[in-house]
């Protein structure tokens, strides 16, 4: 099932592709209702899922196709409240890129009896909501050193036509970041406050006792939480926004798709 959005995301990128190059309005329209077919095919298929085994996100494919989803509603959501279409080239692909694992590799499963929790539920939602907003934040920010570099050469061509301003973009990526701190921060202190009560039940998973700060997945979501922390003090305190927050929620994503995927994959951490 999960290869349906699969081709809706793919034809999106390709009309995207095209919108971006030739500006055509009539390309756009078409791009962003492709692009709402497959959030719409994507939500029937995790709505299925959650039929079957409840929430689908006891494992990392499970959890990376539920992060696609909700990546491309809040872009959708960007779309109709900013009327931009240009950052679907960047972002389209990106959904592509990572439905392609659930796609090829489907792995659907009951959560562990531990899991069944609400404060897991909170936890884990919190976080995917928390890295679909920084997946934006990092796509308007390389889209805002692309057109940065053309304004500072003195070359307004090819990006300066087709993007939104450098203050637009500045203030979409803080936005983006912003929420993005707010459910991250939420996730964690959930994610802790589950963990006590947890090891405090009868019976133990030993996967949960194992768990501590030094756990890859939770010392680097920790880290994330830092960068971001340290992204929205920054601008506050020393005015380092524009390219700088643009470098910031690029590099800040680069940490997350790392514990996303990466580690979720290669390592044992934090898996149940």
């Given amino acids: 099932m999960n290869s349906i959005p699969l081709i809706a995301y793919a034809i999106a990128a390709g009309a995207y592709a095209a919108f971006f190059v030739t500006g055509r309005g009539a390309l756009g329209r078409a791009a962003s209702t492709i692009l709402a077919i497959g959030a719409l095919s994507h939500t029937f298929v995790i709505g299925m899922q959650t ?19 909700l990546l491309a509603l809040s872009y959708l959501y960007t779309e109709m409240t ?45 976080l995917l909501f928390a890295y679909a907003s920084f997946a934006l934040a990092c796509v308007v920010g390389i889209t805002y050193v692309l057109l940065f570099k053309e304004i500072k050469a003195k070359h307004l061509g090819f ?32 994610g802790a406050i589950w963990t006590v009560q947890a090891r405090a039940d009868a019976v133990l998973d030993p996967r949960l006792r194992a768990m501590s700060i030094l756990d890859p997945k939770i010392a680097v979501a920790v880290l994330s939480w830092a960068i971001y922390s340290f992204q929205l003090y920054a601008r ?11 470098w910031l929620s690029t590099v800040g994503f680069a940490i997350v798709l790392v514990n996303f995927v990466a580690v979720g994959y290669l390592t044992k951490s934090h898996n149940f």
Avoid: C
């Fill in 51 to 69: 039929m079957a085994v409840g929430v689908p996100v006891a494992n990392a494919t499970s959890a990376i196709s539920v992060f696609v989803w």
């Fill in 82 to 126: 900013t009327e931009e279409r240009a950052m679907g080239v960047f972002i389209a692909p990106l959904l592509v890129a990572l439905q392609v694992i659930p796609a090829i590799r489907p792995s659907l499963e009951r959560p562990a009896p531990i899991l069944e929790s609400s404060w897991f539920a909170v936890h884990v939602s919190s």
């Fill in 159 to 190: 990006f300066y036509k087709r993007l939104p301003s450098l203050q637009r973009l500045d203030a979409m990526n803080v936005r983006a970041v912003t929420i993005g701190w707010i459910f991250l921060t939420i996730g964690v202190v959930v």
């Fill in 236 to 246: 506050r305190a020393i005015g380092w926004s524009g390219r700088r927050a643009a």
